[in-house]
């Protein structure tokens, strides 16, 4: 069965270091979005990719960036850690729209917590 | 920007009874998609329910229905028959048709009483 997974699941660092959470998906979606989660905030889009060597800014882009090399993988990484930055961060995918009847589903990774000390 | 309001940060239903969670949403387009989503204990973001703004008719997924009111631009969802596997962060999200990223509300904590 397609699907999406993240890496690690749970990680702690420290201020200052540089984090990169992997991101995996078999359903050969053209779309990928990384989502920060805070209580409060519901989801919030940090970056999205519409295919490969494409990236684009979401609403709370400062301090990570992604790159996207392939269809399957879309790692987010964080420069240099702040506290600010601890959250749980979710990976999805969508088929691409232009199709009218395509709804652009997400479809969720589990997520990876982070906590930065 | 679009922004997505869910009011009702928590809600409690009673097993087998009926609850409804809000959603307002803002919008200038015409054309869009709006989505319910179920968050568990276990983290997974579970698609609930879907509408497209240009269908009239409310959708509907066994107990889960949505009201819609495209002029109001509201979107609520109905579980009916309340079960203990309900018990969830629930988020409204909406996409316009043409573009790819979604975008949600802060979510209303339901909790289910045996």
């Known amino acids: 069965d397609a699907e999406i997974t993240q890496s690690p699941r749970h990680k702690i660092t420290e201020t200052g270091r540089q984090v990169t959470l992997a991101c995996h998906q078999t359903?050969?979606?053209?779309?990928m979005f990384w989502y920060r989660q805070d209580l409060g905030h519901g989801l919030r889009l940090i970056h999205y990719?519409?295919?490969?060597?494409?990236?684009n800014k979401g609403e709370v882009s400062d301090g990570y960036s992604v790159s996207r090399s392939n269809t399957e993988d879309l790692p987010l990484t964080l420069e240099s850690a702040a506290s600010s930055q601890t959250s749980v961060y979710f990976c999805?995918?969508?088929?691409?729209?232009?199709?009218?009847?395509?709804?652009?589903?997400?479809?969720f990774g589990e997520g990876s917590r982070l906590t930065v000390l | 920007a679009q922004t997505v309001t869910q009011s009702q940060p928590e809600m409690s239903v009673q097993e087998a009874e009926t609850v409804t969670l809000s959603c307002t949403y803002d919008?200038?387009?015409?054309?869009?998609?709006l989505f319910w989503y179920k968050q568990p204990p276990s983290r997974q973001m579970i698609l609930v329910i879907r509408?497209?703004?240009?269908?009239?008719q409310n959708a509907t997924e066994n107990r889960f229905s949505v009201n819609f009111q495209k002029a109001a631009k509201s979107f609520s969802l109905k579980i009916s028959d309340s079960q203990l596997g309900d018990a969830a962060m629930y988020f409204c999200?909406?996409?316009?048709?043409?573009?790819?990223?979604?975008?949600f509300g802060a979510g209303t904590r339901l909790t289910v009483k045996p």
């Open positions: 359903w050969n979606h053209n779309n």
């Open positions: 999805a995918s969508s088929e691409g729209t232009g199709d009218f009847r395509n709804t652009g589903e997400l479809f």
């Open positions: 509408q497209e703004a240009y269908k009239q």
């Open positions: 990719s519409y295919g490969v060597q494409d990236t």
């Open positions: 919008t200038s387009e015409s054309d869009y998609y």
């Open positions: 999200a909406y996409r316009f048709y043409n573009n790819n990223d979604m975008r």
